[in-house]
Every structure is written in structure tokens, then in C-alpha cells.
């Protein structure tokens, strides 16, 4: 059974979904892929798993890294599952290219290439917004590719975890708005 919540940030109002293992998704509204994964039968109800994810949430928007993380239920593919895992490892404060993560799980699956764009498709996915940082992924040239909830809450949620942005642009074209 999936239960969900809802959480006033700074940013827009959040949609909370979970179950019995722990937060199955995180969406601005009106984002793109909102709500995806949800069934008909989930029903708003208040869990011990949305108060925490409530209180990093707080922590979090006040300009400060929570140091704990509720516990979550990733659910996917096993290459989105293993790309999800690698953005979870993204410190706070701090961006990596879709190349660098490709890199990373070419050398735990010992493959010789993968495609930054399959990368991109299965961060782009990532149910779990901000708690699995996917707003931390760029481009490799410092280019603020797609992200779900929007190009100007991605900047706005780096610029709130101090990232240096002097590197990083917003394209003008392209299917990256």
C-alpha cells in the first residue's frame, strides 16, 4: 500500500509517497513526472517515515545539510537502481557530471563504455527528488541540464547548498528547458 503527504517548502509545494520500507517519491508540483508511480488505492495518511522526511526537509531548506536521511524505497530498473545509488553519493554542496557517474558504474560493472545520455534518462527518473540529489548532476561543460522540478528551482536548490556556480550556465535552447 502506498500512503502520501504533502510538505510547504520554499520552493513550492511537495508531494511525499511512501510504504511500509520508506519514501517511494518526492515531486514539486507540477513537475515533470509528477506523481508517476502512484496507484489509484494510495491514501493520505501521516506516517512516522513523513515526519522524518518532513524534518530533513526543514533542515534542508534552511541553508543547512541534515545529517540523516529517511529511509527510502528505490524503485526501478537495475541500471536506473545502480545510477540512483551512485547520486545518493553526491556530497551536499557539490555537482558531478552524468559522464563521471557513466564512469563510475563502468568500473563497478566492468564495462568498457556507457552512454552519459542513458545516465541522464535514468536520473531524470529518479522518483526521489532531493533526498537523491539528482538537482546535483550537470552536464560536463557546466551545463544545467533538465531537471524534473524545473531549470530554476535546480538552480535555486544548488545555490541554497552554497555550490559555486561560476562554472555552471542555463542553456538558451534545447531540449534541456
Not at 491514501?43 to 540523516?68: C, D, M, N
Not at 557546466?142 to 528551482?153: K, M, N, S, W
Amino acid at each position: 500500500m502506498q500512503y502520501i503527504n504533502h510538505y510547504k517548502s520554499p520552493m513550492g509545494s511537495i508531494l511525499l509517497a511512501a510504504d511500509e520500507t520508506g519514501i517511494t517519491g518526492l515531486w514539486f508540483d507540477g513537475a515533470k513526472y509528477y506523481a508517476r508511480g502512484l496507484g489509484p488505492e494510495c491514501k493520505e495518511k501521516a506516517l512516522p517515515v513523513f515526519e522524518q522526511a518532513k524534518q530533513w526537509l526543514t533542515i534542508y531548506f534552511s541553508g543547512r545539510e541534515p545529517h540523516f536521511y529517511p529511509p527510502v524505497h528505490l524503485t526501478g530498473t537495475p541500471f536506473q537502481l545502480s545510477v540512483w545509488t551512485v547520486l545518493q553519493k553526491i556530497p551536499y554542496g557539490k555537482t558531478v557530471a552524468y559522464g563521471e557517474i557513466a564512469k563510475e558504474i563502468m568500473g563497478q560493472k566492468g564495462l568498457s563504455r556507457m552512454s552519459a545520455q542513458a545516465v541522464g534518462g535514468a536520473v531524470g527518473h529518479n522518483k526521489i527528488s532531493i533526498i537523491v540529489p539528482c538537482h546535483r548532476v550537470v552536464g560536463t561543460n557546466g551545463c544545467l541540464t533538465g531537471y524534473a522540478g524545473g531549470i530554476d528551482r535546480k538552480v535555486r536548490l544548488l545555490t541554497l547548498e552554497n555550490v559555486d556556480m561560476q562554472h555552471l550556465f542555463i542553456p538558451t535552447k534545447g531540449t534541456a528547458l
